[in-house]
């Protein structure tokens, strides 16, 4: 199948789940989906469309919270990030780390830095902050507070 | 001083701890010993194991998980006396990171530092002169 193919083969697939489709560039496609459908996407690319999934990264933007799962069909030289848009209050999303090894210790991460939930997770700790980090502080939110109060944020001069 | 402080200074054994730099500053260590600065005239090279070892050269900025170790090094694990050498602009002040939620406190306040060798990352002749200057200022006091 070429580029074209698939990505109709994909809209096809999910036309009722994809919220948003913005084809970017030949290398690039952003694909907004419904979280709902995440799961069952995500599988259809990283299965049968032979993708390699790189990371997903998770951004505040705001109004919500959102994932971007990044695949990669190296064959056709595309890149197709697929977003999940979440609400900021209790943002909860199903987990890929079932059928996707490689996404436990991101899902991890993203946990603990975003507090986002995933839903399925077989394996929910942090990763990588402090061990005296407190529960429910999420540094890479837009409301991050400084908790430390030992901390100095000058240089001394 | 003490007799082991005058032998340490003739041939001071370098431990390199990297606490989360971003190599700038080990790759400018490492700059050190090569045939072009040859810091080993000076007797000094870099030790495998902290044990071994009399000078601690710390680069990177302090995040809560290294500075755990970084304490417990210097208090377990350093045959002491010791040197403490803050090398480029992180292990001083955090540099860019100084408002990062995991970089709380610099260096010094966990540990007490003998020489800072300000730059991102300094220049090989930058380290070779801090280190120049404290075997100068310590033989002073013998």
Same mark, same amino acid.
């Given at each position: 199948m070429?580029?074209?193919?698939?990505?109709?083969?994909?809209?096809?697939?999910?036309?009722?789940?994809?919220?948003?489709?913005?084809?970017?560039?030949?290398?690039?496609?952003? /694909? @907004?989906?419904?979280?709902?459908? #995440?799961?069952?996407?995500?599988?259809?690319?990283?299965? +049968? $469309?032979?993708?390699?999934?790189?990371?997903?990264?998770?951004?505040?933007?705001?109004?919500?919270?959102?994932?971007?799962?990044h695949f990669s069909i190296e064959r056709l030289n595309l890149l197709i990030s697929l977003r999940v848009k979440l609400e900021r209050e209790n943002p909860r999303v199903d987990s890929l780390a079932r059928i996707i090894?490689?996404?436990?210790? /991101? @899902?991890?991460?993203?946990?603990? #830095?975003?507090?986002?939930?995933?839903?399925?997770?077989? +394996? $929910?700790?942090?990763?990588?902050?402090?061990?005296?980090?407190?529960?429910?502080?999420?540094?890479l939110r837009r409301d991050y507070k400084e908790w430390d109060k030992n901390a100095i944020r000058d240089r001394g001069v | 001083m003490s007799v082991t402080m005058r032998a340490l200074l003739n041939s001071p054994w370098v431990f390199h701890l990297a606490t989360g730099s971003c190599n700038n500053?080990?790759?400018?260590?490492?700059?050190?010993?090569?045939?072009?600065?040859?810091?080993?005239?000076?007797?000094?090279?870099?030790?495998?194991?902290?044990?071994?070892?009399?000078?601690?050269l710390v680069t990177g900025s302090c995040n809560r998980k290294s500075m755990v170790r970084v304490k417990d090094i210097?208090?377990?694990?350093?045959?002491?006396?010791?040197?403490?050498?803050?090398?480029?602009e992180c292990a001083m002040s955090r540099g860019m990171f100084v408002h990062s939620y995991n970089c709380p406190l610099p260096l010094d306040s966990y540990i007490p530092v003998d020489v800072y060798i300000p730059g991102c990352p300094p220049k090989p002749e930058a380290i070779m002169a801090g280190v120049v200057k404290l075997i100068a200022k310590l033989k002073e006091t013998l």
């Open positions: 070429n580029r074209d193919a698939v990505l109709q083969a994909l809209q096809d697939k999910f036309r009722e789940q994809i919220l948003d489709y913005f084809d970017k560039s030949p290398a690039r496609v952003y /694909i @907004e989906i419904n979280p709902e459908a #995440l799961v069952p996407a995500a599988s259809y690319i990283f299965k +049968d $469309l032979g993708a390699r999934f790189h990371i997903a990264s998770g951004v505040d933007a705001r109004r919500h919270l959102e994932i971007l799962y090894k490689g996404a436990n210790w /991101i @899902e991890r991460e993203i946990y603990e #830095l975003l507090g986002i939930e995933f839903t399925g997770h077989p +394996d $929910l700790r942090r990763l990588l902050l402090a061990d005296e980090w407190p529960e429910g502080v999420y540094p | 500053c080990d790759i400018e260590i490492l700059d050190c010993l090569t045939p072009r600065f040859d810091i080993e005239r000076f007797g000094m090279k870099l030790a495998g194991s902290i044990r071994h070892a009399d000078v601690l210097y208090n377990e694990h350093v045959p002491k006396p010791c040197v403490v050498v803050a090398v480029g």
